[in-house]
C-alpha cells in the first residue's frame, strides 16, 4: 500500500525558514509528478510546487522565489525549502504523487492520486 508522509512543519517566525519533507513507502513505482499542496480551513486545497520526474519545476506564483521543491534521485523523498516565509503561508501543507498529470495542471488537486496526512506550518507575526 502506497503511504506518503509528511514531517517538518512546526511554528516558525514572520521571514523564518522550514523545509518540509516527505516520504514515499509501499511502492516501488516512481512516480513522474510529485508536488506539495497546502490548505487552511474553509479554503479549497492550493497547489504550492510540483516536479517532475528529470528536475522540471512548477511554482503557484504565490511562492516563486521563495520556496524550492527538490527530490531525491530515486523519487523516494521529497523536499519543500520554504524561505521568507509569511503569515498567509500558514496552513497544512500535503505531499502528492502522480503518475500522468495533465501539462498545464500540474498544481491541481484532481491530478494527484496518492496524498500524506500533511504537516502543519504556522507563522507567527
Known amino acids: 500500500q502506497v503511504q506518503l508522509k509528511e514531517s517538518g512543519g512546526g511554528l516558525v517566525q514572520n521571514g523564518g525558514s522550514v523545509n518540509l519533507t516527505c516520504v514515499v513507502s509501499g511502492t516501488d513505482y516512481m512516480y513522474y509528478y510529485m508536488a506539495w499542496f497546502r490548505q487552511v480551513p474553509g479554503k479549497e486545497r492550493e497547489g504550492v510546487a510540483a516536479?517532475?520526474?528529470?528536475?522540471?519545476?512548477i511554482y503557484a506564483d504565490s511562492v516563486k522565489g521563495r520556496f524550492t521543491i527538490s527530490q531525491d534521485n530515486h523519487g523516494r523523498i521529497l523536499y519543500l525549502q520554504m524561505n521568507n516565509l509569511k503569515p498567509e503561508d500558514a496552513a497544512m501543507y500535503y505531499c502528492?504523487?502522480?503518475?500522468?498529470?495533465?501539462?498545464?495542471?500540474?498544481?491541481?488537486?484532481?491530478?494527484?492520486?496518492?496524498w500524506g496526512q500533511g504537516t502543519q506550518v504556522t507563522v507567527s507575526s
Open positions: 516536479v517532475r520526474t528529470g528536475g522540471t519545476t
Open positions: 502528492a504523487a502522480g503518475g500522468f498529470v495533465t501539462r498545464g495542471r500540474e498544481l491541481s488537486e484532481g491530478e494527484y492520486a496518492y
